[in-house]
Each structure stands twice: as structure tokens, then as C-alpha cells.
């Protein structure tokens, strides 16, 4: 009787060989991500900078005629009312101004506490890229090392805590395999966390997205750039009825003037 | 004031941490705020065409759809629209509703109506809230109104020096009530020191656009010479200018004067 050898794949092989495209593809829609929220952060800083020059500084101008009717208005005829208003409006005018013309503000000296120090560390020498055992992980762990570089530069312990515990738990995994290779289920489940984080991670990422999009600013872009499918530039129209608005202000203010002038005060 | 949308004090949740200027939050506010309301809105602007023509229907139809995108202008006139049952069946939420929404977000009518709104559900406290945000939006009609409630001790404790401050707003816009509810209180030194000349100022601003009572307080101050130089042809012009429009004082006065001095 002739030997009939089937080669069956292992089951496991399988399994591990479909875990592992998974986990590639996920990682990779998660580099995806990380890249659409940089972008887009980096796209409302410049839309951010074009609309307070464009329209911010308007804004201020406006808050300021408006500041100096309340004051003439004090002027002409004081009572704790209309005292209270020109504050309310010099105030604003102020706010108005900072925000318009002021410069970014300056980020706050980066002095971490001593245990963010050490939480980074024990962070940094476990995904560092050049720890990665191969290529897949070395892409992977410069991923890793870039969040971590930024939760530690803006004090954020929370998520360098969450990088810590993952690779913790990944490699717990890893450990409880006697001898030095890792037996398939291990690998199975290691690679079923890994998944899992990565999946997370999106879903934080979206939600970030999210959060960006919604912001004020955010829906000002969204809003410009749907304009200009139409041929229109928000941020001029914005400015032009700001324009009138401002000249309809001075008008209001030389009235004011005038009557202040006629009383001679 | 409930605006602090407008003081800065709103916050950008930061996600992951990536933080944009908080303290900018309040200028990007309005930006976001006075773009959705722009009239070049297209669906307000075939709104506007539609109702301009009578179609009503159509025109609420527009409307709606630029309030849902947050045209305040839209959402005040859709909560007219409710409440008028024009081109919609007269639904009183739906016009409380829009209403609301267009002064949460700022509109000064909206929020006058609002005001009004709740005037006569007898909520004054409301009422007042509203009232001063519109006229602190410099709502002429908003300021008289403001200037009543406190004179009246509205929904707030009565004053009478706030009341001439925000009389004299509404009457240095031109607004014909104001201007004689401010002749008033210099007239009778309520709230503001007494001055005649003063007086007699508003009152002339206020006669010259019809309101019978400065018509009457006009001429009686040229006929006592309180303020002004007595002049007696002034005090029959004005004394009959009000009688005309059914003052009662005006027509006893009038009478009066016919009788001894036709």
C-alpha cells in the first residue's frame, strides 16, 4: 500500500499566517491615521494663522470702534451703567486684540516631573526601533517611539503609561513560553493583543480626528474648503462684511463724536 | 451676561493632546459663526427669492434647511413663519424652537421676540435675561424695553438711573418712546438730575415723529417757559398737534383755549 502523505497544513500555520496579515494591515491603516491627524493638525495651524490675518485682525478693529462709542458714550453722559458697558467693551476689545495679533503662545518650559522621566525611559529602551527582531516591527516601533517622543514632550503620562502596559503585555505573553521559541498558541495570542491595541489606537485616532474637525476652527476650514468647490473664499467674504460692518461702526463713533463735540465736553 | 461664548472661556477639547490655541477659541467662534450666517448662504438666498415671490411653502422649505445648518437669520425668520402659520401650519413650538436656537446664537431679533415671548408667559426673569442681551446687541427697541423693566421693576430690581441710561440709548437712536420716556425723567428728575432744557429736548425729538404725550409735555413747557423761551404760538401748534391724535389733556386744553381765545 502505498504511503499516501498528505501535507496538511498545520491549523495552526494558518492561524498564524492570517493573524499575521491582519496585524499588518491593521498597523498599517493605523499609520494611515497617525498621518491624517498630523496632516490635518498641521492644516488648520496654517488656516489658523490665514484667517487671523485675514480676519482676526478685522474682529480686533471692530471690538476697538465699539470700545471707543461706549467710552464716548460715558463721555456724554456718565452713569454707572454706561460706565460698566465701555468697561465690558475695552475688555473685549482687548481679548479681541491678544487673540488677533498676539504671538503663539509661548510653550511652557519643559521641565517633566522625575516619575515622567522614568516612565519615558522604561518606555524608550523597550520600543526602541533598533530592539525591533525584524523589519515589520522596526516600522512598527518608530511608530511607537514617535507618540511616545510626543506624550512625553506635552507631560502626558497617560499614554506613555499605555505604551508601557501594552508592550508589557505583549511580551508577558512571550515569557510564559518555556524555552526560547514561543509556541504557536502564544504567538496566536500575542498576536491577538497586538491586533487589538492596534485597533484601539484607531479608534482613538478617529476620535481625535473628530474632535479636531468639530473644533471651531476646524469647522471653519471644513466650511472653506467647501466654499472653494463653489469658486468662493470664505475667508473674503468673512472679511468683506466684517468691512462693512466696521465702516457702519465708525459711522456710529463720529455721531457719537460729534454730539460729544456739540457739548463741548 | 450667559455670552461667554464670546469671552473666551470656552475650551477645545483636546483630544490627544493636540491643543490649538484656547485662548483663541472665542475669535474662531465668531469667524465660524458670522460664516454660517453669511447671506450668501444659497439656500437662504432661494429662500428669500421664494418668499419674495409668495411662495411660501417653497420659502420655508429654504429656510429650514439653511436653520439646520445654523443660518440664525433663516432660523428667525422660520420661527416667524411658525408662528404666522405662513408656508408652514402655525406651530407655536417649532416658532419657540427657532427662535431660541437664532437667539442662543446671537440674532438680536430673535432674541427680543424671545424676550417678549417669555413677557407674556409672564416669565420676567427671562424675559429681562433676553431683553439685555438684545440690547446690549444695540436693538433700539431691545434698549426702550429694558429702560421700561427697569422702571417698572420688571424681572429686576427697579432703578431708575438704569433706566434713563438705556432710554437714552434707544432715544439717541432715534426711537420716538424712548425719547419721550427719557424727556419724562428729566422733566420729573427720576433716576437723572431734573433739567427742563433737557426735557424739552426729548420732547421736541419725540413731538417731531408724532408721539401725541411729548406733543402735549412740548407745548405745555413753551406755555410756562419751563426750559425753553415761552412762545405762544409754539404752545397752540404743539397743544393741537396732540389733540389731533385724541390726547385727552390735549382736547380739554384745546377747548379751553377756544374758548377764551379763538
Known amino acids: 500500500m502505498p504511503a499516501e502523505i498528505i501535507l496538511q497544513p498545520n491549523p495552526n500555520a494558518a492561524d498564524l499566517a492570517e493573524k499575521r496579515e491582519r496585524l499588518a494591515a491593521v498597523r498599517a491603516a493605523l499609520a494611515e491615521r497617525e498621518s491624517d491627524v498630523a496632516q490635518l493638525h498641521s492644516q488648520l495651524k496654517v488656516f489658523e494663522g490665514r484667517y487671523l490675518q485675514r480676519v482676526g485682525v478685522l474682529y480686533a478693529e471692530l471690538d476697538e470702534i465699539a470700545a471707543r462709542i461706549t467710552e464716548r458714550e460715558v463721555d456724554l453722559y456718565d452713569s454707572d451703567s454706561a460706565r460698566r458697558r465701555a468697561q465690558e467693551a475695552r475688555e473685549r476689545a482687548q481679548e479681541t486684540h491678544e487673540a488677533a495679533f498676539g504671538a503663539d503662545q509661548e510653550p511652557e518650559e519643559f521641565d517633566p516631573a522625575p516619575s515622567l522621566k522614568t516612565l519615558f525611559r522604561e518606555v524608550a529602551r523597550r520600543i526602541h526601533p533598533d530592539f525591533a527582531s525584524d523589519e515589520a516591527e522596526q516600522k512598527h516601533f518608530t511608530l511607537l517611539m514617535t507618540r511616545a517622543n510626543q506624550a512625553y514632550s506635552r507631560g502626558d503620562a497617560e499614554t506613555l503609561q499605555r505604551l508601557l502596559d501594552d508592550h508589557l503585555e505583549i511580551n508577558a505573553a512571550r515569557a510564559e513560553a518555556s524555552g526560547s521559541d514561543e509556541s504557536d498558541g502564544v504567538t496566536l495570542l500575542r498576536l491577538a493583543r497586538q491586533i487589538q491595541h492596534a485597533e484601539r489606537d484607531i479608534a482613538a485616532l478617529e476620535g481625535e480626528l473628530q474632535t479636531l474637525l468639530g473644533s471651531e476652527i476646524g469647522q471653519l476650514y471644513t466650511g472653506a474648503e467647501a466654499a472653494q468647490q463653489d469658486d468662493r473664499d470664505l475667508l473674503a467674504e468673512l472679511a468683506a462684511s466684517l468691512r462693512e460692518r466696521i465702516a457702519d461702526a465708525q459711522y456710529r463713533l463720529e455721531f457719537v463724536e460729534r454730539q460729544v463735540s456739540a457739548l463741548g465736553r | ?262
Not at chain 2, 161 to 172: D, K, T
Request: aromatic share 12%; charged share 20%; glycine share 10%.
Open chain 2, 1 to 262: 451676561m450667559e455670552d461667554k461664548a464670546q469671552s473666551g472661556l470656552q475650551h477645545i477639547p483636546s483630544g490627544g493632546g493636540l491643543v490649538l490655541h484656547s485662548g483663541r477659541t472665542s475669535i474662531f467662534a465668531r469667524g465660524r459663526r458670522d460664516a454660517a450666517n453669511s447671506s450668501s448662504n444659497s439656500d437662504y438666498q432661494s429662500a428669500v427669492a421664494a418668499y419674495n415671490a409668495g411662495r411660501f411653502p417653497a420659502a420655508a422649505q429654504s429656510f429650514k434647511q439653511a436653520a439646520d445648518q445654523g443660518h440664525a437669520e433663516s432660523q428667525y425668520i422660520l420661527s416667524t413663519m411658525y408662528d404666522a402659520g405662513k408656508g408652514v401650519p402655525q406651530d407655536g413650538a417649532q416658532a419657540a424652537l427657532w427662535e431660541r436656537t437664532a437667539a442662543e446664537q446671537g440674532h438680536v431679533y430673535a432674541q427680543a421676540n424671545l424676550s417678549f415671548r417669555c413677557y407674556s408667559a409672564s416669565d420676567l426673569a427671562g424675559a429681562f435675561e433676553w431683553c439685555q442681551r438684545a440690547a446690549d446687541g444695540d436693538l433700539a427697541w431691545a434698549q426702550y424695553n429694558l429702560g421700561l423693566m427697569y422702571q417698572k421693576g420688571e424681572g429686576v430690581a427697579p432703578s431708575e438711573a438704569e433706566a434713563a441710561h438705556w432710554y437714552r440709548l434707544a432715544a439717541s437712536q432715534g426711537f420716538a418712546d424712548a425719547q419721550q420716556r427719557l424727556a419724562d425723567l428729566y422733566y420729573l428728575g427720576q433716576g437723572i438730575p431734573r433739567s427742563y432744557a433737557q426735557a424739552a429736548l426729548w420732547y421736541r425729538r419725540a413731538a417731531e415723529q408724532g408721539s401725541a404725550r411729548a406733543q402735549f409735555q412740548l407745548g405745555y413747557l413753551y406755555d410756562v417757559g419751563l426750559g425753553i423761551e415761552h412762545d405762544y404760538a409754539q404752545y397752540r401748534y404743539w397743544t393741537r398737534m396732540a389733540a389731533e391724535q385724541g390726547h385727552e389733556d390735549a382736547l380739554r386744553e384745546v377747548n379751553r383755549r377756544d374758548y377764551r381765545d379763538p
